[in-house]
């Protein structure tokens, strides 16, 4: 059985609550629909350059890294500031490019080396809440 560190599951599941508060909040308060869909547009970019972030740094620790992993852990953060440049009339489409590119993220740590054991039995709960969250605004847009 793999134990995740107390620590990490409790952040970590934190982290889940800015993605749920803004389509809880779009609901309850919908005049302020803008608000929410760029609070969850930043946090998904932070999200996603964080994990990019987690990559370059496993691969850092383990040695001198190939420049090729390292300058493919910098996608995560490229991507999202790309996404985050996508028109203000692709809402729905910005979201699902986010629980997209969180996906992928999942799948390169899922195949991934140089991380913890306990790490992908963290990501797989917190990327399918992330991308139910994602999601689920994305269908608030109308």
Known sequence: MITIPRAVLFFGLAGLIPFFAAPVLTLLFPDFRWQWNEALLSWSAIILSFLGG???????QAGPAPARLIGLAMLPSIGGWFILLMPANTRAAQFIAFAVALLLMLAWDWRGRGLPGW??????????????ALGWQALLQG
């Open 119 to 132: 790490y992908r039995a963290l990501r797989l709960p917190l990327t399918a809440g992330a991308a139910v």
């Open 54 to 60: 987690a990559r370059w740094g496993a691969a850092v």
